[in-house]
């Protein structure tokens, strides 16, 4: 009888575990259930420019908290539109405060996420694992911090997967939160910058789209980061078979 009320209880705290990851693939399927992606667009951002703007110069504390809340929200959702929100903070609060503004949401989101995803399918993924995964889970465990550095400053994958693969290795919660914190300033950085002068692009007529922001420039400057956050790798490598 307390064998059976213990596996009963095993399996309800399985069963809640889940729980965080289905509530946020319900709000991923809201999202477009109720045509919600039609307000993360520049078009948007452009016919509702003054009310936001005026939204902002009246209440800028309160303007800050509905947009760290928003970009929380599409973040830990995974919504499209993180590069329109991100964006959208140099426009409305500028360079320092919409930097400040993003890297903090976007942390938090992604850390959310992180959770959701290692609390309900990290342990069993890593039981079921075989070989060659928990190799990579070994190595990404040792040198995680430089791994996730190199993931956040180059965006060679979309940002939700770099949120859930540390997920599945092992990344301990305090290492991703300060790896993604850190690795998301400079792209962020960009895309404010950008933001900042979008009122006179609006101003003129132009259409306008994030695909051009990452110039071959910014990606090399972004890539030259990323090389020296793997050289502690290389160096202890390098080291390793020295010895």
Do not use: C
Request: proline letters at 4%.
């Amino acid at each position: 009888m307390e064998l059976d009320q213990q596996d009963q209880s095993a399996k309800r705290f399985e069963a809640k575990k889940i729980v965080p990851l289905l509530v946020l693939v319900a709000g991923l399927i809201a999202f477009f259930a109720f045509d919600l992606d039609q307000y993360l667009t520049f078009e948007a951002l452009r016919e509702n420019r003054a009310w936001l703007l005026g939204h902002v110069e009246n209440s800028a504390v309160l303007a800050a908290l509905i947009f760290i809340g928003i970009y929380i929200a599409v973040v830990a959702f995974s919504l499209p539109g993180g590069a329109v929100m991100t964006i959208t903070g140099g426009f409305l609060f500028g360079q320092v405060l919409g930097t400040l503004y993003v890297v903090f949401a976007a942390t938090i989101g992604a850390t959310i996420l992180f959770l959701a995803a290692k609390t309900a399918l990290g342990d069993y993924l890593r039981a079921k694992a075989g070989p060659f995964l928990r190799k990579m889970e070994e190595g990404f465990r040792e040198n995680a911090m430089n791994y996730l550095l190199v993931l956040r400053l180059i965006p060679l994958f979309p940002f939700f997967i770099v949120n859930l693969v540390p997920a599945f290795l092992g990344v301990s919660l305090r290492v991703f939160v300060i790896a993604t914190f850190i690795g998301i300033i400079p792209g962020s950085f960009v895309y404010i910058a950008v933001g900042t002068g979008l009122g006179s692009i609006f101003d003129s007529g132009e259409e306008f789209t994030a695909s051009g922001i990452l110039t071959p420039e910014i990606l090399t400057a972004l890539i030259g980061l990323a090389i020296l956050a793997i050289v502690p790798i290389i160096y202890k490598r390098i080291k390793a078979r020295k010895a």
